[in-house]
């Protein structure tokens, strides 16, 4: 257990329930490859929470923040990684690719790839330096210090992970029973270039930030 551990679940809760890139990446894929596209890309995001959660604690974060090449190169591939999912959500929308018989044609079981999916949610999450951010400042708070920081932070991860994967997962089964409603309509092309703008813009957002 963690100090204060009531304050912290309310918290992580409602910051987990605040929209962002990785609510943004779940509906993308779950609109991509069903519920269980959506629900495995919500298994890597939230997986990477241990990656943050171990690297805050062994004060590695602060490193990378004292590191100003270290963070920028962090923040470039984060950025660059966002803009490519979002490129290839548009380039899908306009129909260059395979796109306009996947947004057509029922979902099957094909279109799912489970690698990818934890893939691409896993690398969103771990170069995702907002993350980094809100763990070396948010964990700290809570962590007894006559006892392991490592195991309470793993500990603060393991809560935010299971409070992310239903909250993810609920938002997948919600995606996939709206689009079952007009997967045959253009809606369903409109659906995957609005979330490839959106990627693009916070991978674009990452790139103009000002660096350390």
């Not at 470039?76 to 966002?82: D, E, K, Q, R, T």
């Not at 306009?100 to 170069?127: C, D, H, K, M, W």
């Amino acid at each position: 257990m963690i100090e204060q551990f009531w304050t912290f679940l309310f918290a992580i809760t409602l910051l987990t329930l605040f929209p962002g890139v990785d609510s943004l990446l779940v509906v993308r894929n779950a609109s991509r490859g069903g519920w269980k596209d959506g629900i495995a890309t919500s298994t890597g995001i939230c997986s990477g929470l241990f990656v943050h959660a171990l690297v805050s604690a062994l004060g590695i974060s602060a490193l990378l923040l004292q590191s100003a090449v270290a963070f920028n190169i962090l923040k470039l591939l984060g950025g660059g990684y966002l803009f490519w999912l979002g490129g290839c959500s548009l380039w899908r929308a306009l129909g260059k690719g395979q796109s306009l018989s996947v947004a057509t044609q029922p979902v099957t079981a094909r279109q799912f790839q489970l690698s990818r999916s934890l893939a691409e949610g896993f690398i969103s999450n771990v170069f995702n330096p907002k993350t980094l951010f809100f763990y070396m400042a948010f964990l700290p708070q809570f962590i007894d210090p006559a006892r392991s920081a490592v195991l309470q932070s793993l500990f603060m991860a393991a809560v935010h992970f299971g409070i992310g994967m239903v909250y993810q997962s609920l938002l997948a089964l919600l995606v996939c029973r709206v689009s079952g409603w007009f997967k045959r309509s253009p809606l369903s092309r409109t659906l995957e270039g609005v979330t490839g703008a959106v990627l693009v813009l916070f991978g674009l957002r990452i790139f103009l930030q000002r660096r350390i």
